[in-house]
């Protein structure tokens, strides 16, 4: 892991080795902002046009030939599956976890842990719309699922994912699962809007040597043949200490939508661009930019986007398509995210987090630990130690796991 101490200097230091990988990082910035400005007019256009700009399948079409559609996904680092559980299926689910929630009195439980849980302390609801739920039968139910899993390892193949010398990187085919939260977000709830943000790390993306690796061509004057989707280091790199930041290696972040939900309804906003990152990185190295700032970018924290240095990225920021019950969302560890301030429709939208952590070294350490949380019902390591559901009533426990399900929670 990255110590904090000094980070300061570590930032200065290796602000001037990123500058010095290029023969000149000034043009080597203007040629990567030409390419985000050709690609932010095009999202306006189609915006304008109300034309569909973030890819879209079926869940029954993942076995077809869509080098169409992969090659759109590849671009925009993001994705809607449709119709991945069906509607009986996942209206059970939804209930299941309402009753869930109420049962162990979750509302009141939360009260008195308010303020252990950082990341979303700015929050001001009186009920919270994020939950502190990992081990709910329904969510342990999705993610053991079948279905879940023919669309993680579709993800994963988008992806390079063997080295130079053909060894694999990670298993494409085997899947680790990444305990997350719950979003139920009521009618009328303006608490929860999350600005522009990447997990996964912040001032890393710049001081982690497995990150520098990652984006030696970004840096290095090469930024046209560098490749988001090509997993070589992305499973070196170390991480600062925080419940802010995941540890693991997602090909994707994701989300199960359990009732149906769309813009205007509180909800999940992308730039579609996959290799915005190569912007976000080089940005920080101009001279207008403190030698120890990151554009605003704070260990410990999510990786801040915002309107003094990204102002051009964040006019390509746009809320996903209306989402039904069981249809799924997930975009690119690099892709800026963000929530929408204010949720104005009608009824509750819900939604089950969910990654797509493939078998590799860094994602088995991890889940080794998350084991042993699951198996006494606490928060899993990546996240405040809340503990909520130790003793709850109808928790998911190992006799609830198929065999699938033990695997990926390497059990």
Same mark, same amino acid.
């Given at each position: ?175 680790? %699962? ?23 790390? @912040? ?114 920021? %746009? ?83 198929? @065999? ?8």
């Amino acid at each position: 892991m990255i110590k904090l101490d000094n980070i300061e200097e570590k930032i200065i230091k290796e602000k001037i080795y990123l500058r010095n990988k290029s023969k000149n990082y000034k043009d080597n910035f203007l040629q990567i902002q030409k390419f985000i400005e050709k690609e932010v007019y095009n999202i306006e256009e189609l915006k304008k046009n109300n034309s569909s700009i973030i890819p879209e399948v079926n869940f029954n079409e993942l076995t077809t030939h869509l080098d169409k559609v992969i090659n759109e996904v590849k671009k925009r680092g993001c994705v809607v599956i449709r119709d991945v559980f069906d509607d009986d299926n996942i209206s059970e689910m939804n209930s299941d976890l309402e009753s869930y929630i109420e049962e162990n009195n979750y509302y009141e439980d939360q009260k008195k842990k308010a303020g252990i849980d950082k990341y979303f302390s700015d929050l001001k609801s009186g009920k919270p719309q994020i939950f502190g739920l990992y081990w709910s039968k329904t969510q342990v139910n999705i993610r053991q699922s079948a279905e879940l899993h023919k669309v993680k390892t579709w993800l994963n193949h988008l992806w390079k994912y063997q080295d130079s010398n053909n060894e694999l990187i990670f298993d494409p085919n085997n899947e680790l %699962v990444y305990a997350d939260r719950v979003r139920r977000r009521e009618p009328g709830d303006s608490t929860l809007g999350l600005s522009p943000h990447c997990d996964a790390g @912040s001032v890393e993306r710049w001081i982690d040597k497995g990150y520098q690796s990652v984006y030696e061509r970004i840096f290095s004057d090469d930024f046209e043949n560098y490749d988001p989707f090509n997993a070589t280091f992305r499973d070196t790199t170390q991480e600062i200490e925080s419940p802010a930041v995941s540890h693991v290696f997602r090909t994707f972040q994701g989300w199960v939508a359990l009732t149906e939900q769309g813009p205007g309804d509180g909800t999940l906003q992308l730039i579609p661009i996959a290799k915005s990152m190569a912007y976000i990185l080089t940005r920080a190295l101009m001279d207008d930019v403190e030698e120890s700032n990151l554009c605003e970018s704070k260990p410990a924290r999510a990786l801040s986007i915002n309107s003094k240095y990204h102002a051009l990225l964040l006019r390509g920021l %746009v809320s996903i398509p209306k989402m039904k019950p069981g249809d799924t969302v997930w975009w690119h560890p690099d892709v800026v995210h963000a929530v929408e301030d204010m949720h104005s429709g009608n009824r509750y939208s819900n939604v089950v987090y969910v990654g797509s952590t493939p078998y590799c070294k860094k994602n088995l350490e991890y889940s080794k630990k998350q084991a042993q949380k699951f198996l006494r019902g606490k928060s899993p390591p990546d996240f405040a130690p809340e503990d909520y559901e130790i003793n709850y009533k109808n928790r998911a426990t190992v006799s609830d796991l198929t @065999s699938l399900g033990k695997k990926q929670l390497a059990l």
